[in-house]
């Protein structure tokens, strides 16, 4: 069960965010630098700076999920933090801890590539949260001045870095099909629509020709998804146990 627990990760890290509008402020391009002063450093995972407030981030996102997988596993009560339980000799922190750092491989390799397509325009973690204090800033201004704006008035943390990072990686996945790292067959769209057929395409009006571009659409995201699992299962981690195993969730 602890496997199970572990391994849902790649499931839930393709990050499919609900689109809405937003102005973003403060943004240039730049090369990959040191680590941002503010941001604590505590390895790379693909050559990509990996810092605390990454894996505070990611180990809230997956807070509830592992939090009802454990209890679903072991319902017994639990004197003390609930983090602390132990299932099958592993405590609950260290599995949250773990699919952080399993969410954050799929995260960086991504990163990378968006950073060597000049796709990505933030330097550093510490970059992206000054963004959004500037971005949360203006909003608030122009709710004050009664002003329209489109999406929640302030941003978390979570909910900026989803809506940037799920943007940019529309512009990579057409990208890598223009540089044919992506490629599209006939045979391939028509294996996509038989797939599809087994859904809402299986009555007779859904024809391949009618839609090839959602079944375009679809076959980019399978595709893209065993390319990126491809390049996890190639990418070195060189995270800091010891700074790791110190990162704990506020109760």
């Known amino acids: 069960m602890v496997e199970n627990i572990c391994s849902k ?12 509008l937003i ?3 403060s ?6 630098g040191p680590p941002a002063q503010k941001a604590k450093y505590i390895g790379t995972i693909a050559g990509m700076v990996v810092t605390k407030e990454e894996v505070l981030r990611e180990m809230e996102r997956y807070r509830a999920d592992v939090y009802r997988d454990i209890a679903t596993e072991d319902p017994g009560k639990q004197s003390g933090s609930f983090w602390d339980k132990e299932i099958r000799g592993i405590k609950a922190i260290d599995i949250l801890r773990t699919r952080a750092i399993d969410s954050l491989s799929v995260i960086k390799v991504q990163e990378k590539l968006l950073r060597e397509r000049n796709l990505w325009p933030y330097k550093d973690y510490e970059s992206l949260l000054k963004d959004l204090e500037v971005n949360n800033r203006n909003r608030k201004k122009s709710v004050a001045g ?6 929640p008035i302030e ?3 979570q909910t900026f870095f ?7 990686l529309i512009r990579l ?3 890598l099909v223009n540089e044919k790292l992506i490629v599209i067959t006939e045979v391939d769209l028509q294996n996509q629509f038989k797939k599809m057929q087994n859904t809402v395409y299986k009555e007779d009006k859904y024809t391949l020709k009618a839609f090839t571009r959602q079944v375009k659409d679809a076959y980019i995201e399978v595709a893209y998804k065993a390319l990126i699992n491809k390049y996890v299962e190639h990418a070195n981690n060189k995270i800091d146990s010891g ?3 110190q990162i704990r969730l506020t109760e």
Not at 9 to 20: D, N
Not at 27 to 32: I, K, L, N, S, Y
């Open 9 to 20: 990760i790649r499931e839930g890290s393709y990050l499919v965010i609900a689109t809405f």
């Open 23 to 25: 102005i973003i402020t």
């Open 27 to 32: 943004v240039t391009f730049a090369q990959e």
């Open 146 to 151: 009664h002003e329209v704006i489109y999406g």
């Open 155 to 157: 941003f978390s943390e």
């Open 162 to 168: 989803d809506y940037c990072f799920s943007n940019a």
């Open 173 to 175: 996945k057409n990208g």
């Open 243 to 245: 700074k790791l195993n």
